[in-house]
């Protein structure tokens, strides 16, 4: 080398050293205010994909919030195929959601339960078939004991660990997607495309906002619910309504030209939504998971909330539907 390069390499060497030191450092100030940007949300997310309803194709999945970690639940699961509407228990240590037994030459829509062994989800237990009967739409009561679901169109309840049926609206118009208030002391259900309560065995319609029919009730408290109505544009919207029959409020991020449906409350739904929205600009098709900030006004398709955490997206091209939460985590399934 000749003499004097040596010492003109090194400051070339040294400035190349700084250069990647302040880009690793700016890149790193950008990374954090890009997560700082999005809201950090706790507990677990579970929901599931499918092709379509009939296609019997569903898996469910759970998202670790705070991480944005992916499990798939039941993969090894043998005795039940196509898992959908996953709901939590009061204790996050049981879930139950509808499904088909395997191996039927026909399939058949039953009410199953797993529960969680500190590892991973049992294996699924049938508590209502086959029986020949849609037995859809379970939900738990708020103390956990019990799941209430639809059959062939009538409420029915069972508990937790199977057992005889109760039957609550026999001989009435058909009832679907029942859902309690925190009290457990009303139930929230769809008929004819309106909402209605059932209390004592008193039906009360709730008042509706503006469109067509509505479904997708969920209780938020003792006193509101969230529910989807058809729009007179024939696109979806959510709105919470009011066990008072006050007039129902519609949310910010509804679209005009673009479906929003099947919200679920984080916590008590003051600060946080999850729903599904068939926003047609987000690089996915079909039904994509979002999060509503109703403090910060603004919305979210949900893997803007885990970049630079994960290498792939939560939302895929099939439907992701079906969100529901519990503040428990799970770290070993």
């Not at 379509?52 to 039941?74: C, E, F, I, K, N």
């Not at 009410?111 to 849609?134: I, M």
């Not at 679920?264 to 690089?283: E, M, Q």
Request: charged letters at 25%; a negative charge; aromatic letters at 14%.
């Amino acid at each position: 080398m000749v003499k004097g390069l040596s010492g003109v390499f090194m400051k070339r060497r040294v400035a190349i050293s700084f250069a990647l030191i302040i880009i690793a450092a700016l890149s790193a100030i950008l990374f954090a205010h890009l997560r700082n940007s999005v809201p950090s949300l706790t507990g677990t997310l579970i929901y599931h994909r499918y092709s379509s309803y009939d296609a019997w194709d569903a898996s469910l999945w759970m998202v670790d919030l705070p991480s944005g970690r992916q499990t798939q639940v039941g993969a090894g699961w043998r005795g039940m195929v196509s898992p959908i509407n996953a709901h939590f228990s009061a204790d996050g240590q049981t879930i139950t959601f509808m499904g088909s037994n395997s191996g039927l030459s026909e399939k058949d829509w039953d009410v199953f339960v797993s529960q969680w062994d500190g590892a991973k989800w049992g294996e699924p237990t049938n508590l209502t078939g086959p029986n020949g009967a849609r037995d859809e739409d379970p939900k738990f009561s708020p103390d956990g004991d019990t799941i209430i679901y639809k059959e062939n169109g009538v409420l029915t309840t069972v508990s937790k660990d199977g057992g005889a049926k109760k039957y609550l609206t026999t001989g009435e118009s058909e009832s679907s997607m029942p859902f309690y208030s925190p009290d457990g002391k009303t139930i929230l259900f769809e008929r004819d495309g309106e909402i209605f309560t059932l209390v004592n065995g008193t039906t009360t319609q709730m008042r509706s906002g503006a469109g067509r029919s509505s479904y997708y009730p969920i209780a938020l408290d003792n006193q509101s619910f969230l529910y989807t109505r058809v729009q007179d544009s024939d696109h979806d919207a959510i709105y919470r309504g009011y066990f008072d029959r006050r007039p129902s409020v519609r949310f910010f991020f509804n679209s005009k030209v673009w479906d929003t449906s099947d919200s679920y409350p984080l916590a008590d739904g003051t600060r946080f939504i999850f729903y599904v929205s068939g926003n047609f600009l987000i690089p996915h098709g079909g039904y994509n998971l979002m999060v509503a900030d109703l403090k910060g006004k603004k919305s979210y398709d949900i893997d803007e909330l885990f970049r630079g955490l994960r290498d792939r997206d939560l939302n895929s091209d099939f439907e992701e539907l079906g969100p529901a939460w519990t503040d428990v985590r799970f770290t070993h399934e």
